[in-house]
Antibody, heavy 121, light 106 residues
Framework: QVQLQESGPGLVKPSQTLSLTCTVS??????????WTWIRQHPGKGLEWIGY???????YYNPSLKSRVTISADMSKNQFSLKLSSVTAADTAVYYC?????????????WGQGTLVTVSS | DIQMTQSPSTLSASIGDRVTITCRAS??????VAWYQQKPGKAPKVLIY???SLESGVPSRFSGSGSGTEFTLTITSLQPDDFATYFC????????FGGGTKVEIK
C-alpha cells in the first residue's frame, strides 16, 4: 500500500519560496498510471488544487497559482516536490501530497498526513 | 471549470439520525462525483465515487445518489465516528471541491 509523507519548513517568510517534498513508499512515482498531486487547505476552509505531475514530467497547475508554482519529481529518491514562490499570508495552509486512483486524473486515493506551512515574518 | 455548491455548510444531528448533504454542479457531469470524509487533523478519504459506488471498507450506512447536476450523500443512521466534515468533488475534469459540510453533534 502506497504511503506519502510531506516534509519541509513549517514557517516561511513573506516574498520567499515555499518548498515541500513528498516522499513516496510502497509504489513508484515513475508509474504511468497515477497522478502525483499537491492540494492545500486553508485553516478551517475547503480544499484547493495546486497541481500535479504525471509521467515524470507532465504538469498541470491551478490557473490561479500557475505563475508561482513548480512541481517536479526525483525518480532516484521516489519523491516529488512543490515550490511556490513569492508567498504571502494567504498561502498559509495545510499542504497535502496525494496520489490518484489508477487511471484517474482528479480522484484522490492516497494522501500524506499534511503539513502546516505558515507564512509570517 | 465545474463549480460544486454544497449545502448545508454545517449540520447538527444526533446519533441515529438520517443525514443528507447535497451538492449541485454548475453544469452536468453525469455521475463523476465523489464524496470524501475528513476528520480533524487528518487527510480526507473517499467514501463514494461515481456518484453511488461505495469505496471498499466504507460502512453501508453511507450512500450516494444523483446524476447530472444534483448529488446527495446520505448517512442512514448517524454513528459517533461519523462526526466529521464531508466534501463533494466532480472528478471528470479540473474542478473545485465543494465547500464542505461539517456534521456536528446536536
Amino acid at each position: 500500500q502506497v504511503q506519502l509523507q510531506e516534509s519541509g519548513p513549517g514557517l516561511v517568510k513573506p516574498s520567499q519560496t515555499l518548498s515541500l517534498t513528498c516522499t513516496v513508499s510502497g509504489g513508484s512515482i515513475n508509474s504511468g498510471y497515477y497522478y502525483w498531486t499537491w492540494i492545500r487547505q486553508h485553516p478551517g476552509k475547503g480544499l484547493e488544487w495546486i497541481g500535479y505531475i504525471y509521467n515524470s514530467g507532465s504538469n498541470y497547475y491551478n490557473p490561479s497559482l500557475k505563475s508561482r508554482v513548480t512541481i517536479s519529481a526525483d525518480m532516484s529518491k521516489n519523491q516529488f516536490s512543490l515550490k511556490l514562490s513569492s508567498v504571502t499570508a494567504a498561502d498559509t495552509a495545510v499542504y497535502y501530497c496525494a496520489r490518484t486512483y489508477s487511471g484517474y486524473v482528479w480522484l484522490l486515493e492516497s494522501w500524506g498526513q499534511g503539513t502546516l506551512v505558515t507564512v509570517s515574518s | 471549470d465545474i463549480q460544486m455548491t454544497q449545502s448545508p455548510s454545517t449540520l447538527s444531528a444526533s446519533i441515529g439520525d438520517r443525514v443528507t448533504i447535497t451538492c449541485r454542479a454548475s453544469q452536468g457531469t453525469s455521475t463523476w462525483v465523489a464524496w470524501y470524509q475528513q476528520k480533524p487533523g487528518k487527510a480526507p478519504k473517499v467514501l463514494i465515487y461515481k456518484g453511488s459506488s461505495l469505496e471498499s471498507g466504507v460502512p453501508s450506512r453511507f450512500s450516494g445518489s444523483g446524476s447530472g447536476t444534483e448529488f446527495t450523500l446520505t448517512i442512514t443512521s448517524l454513528q459517533p465516528d461519523d462526526f466529521a466534515t464531508y466534501f463533494c468533488q466532480e472528478y471528470n475534469s479540473y474542478s473545485n471541491f465543494g465547500g464542505g459540510t461539517k456534521v456536528e453533534i446536536k
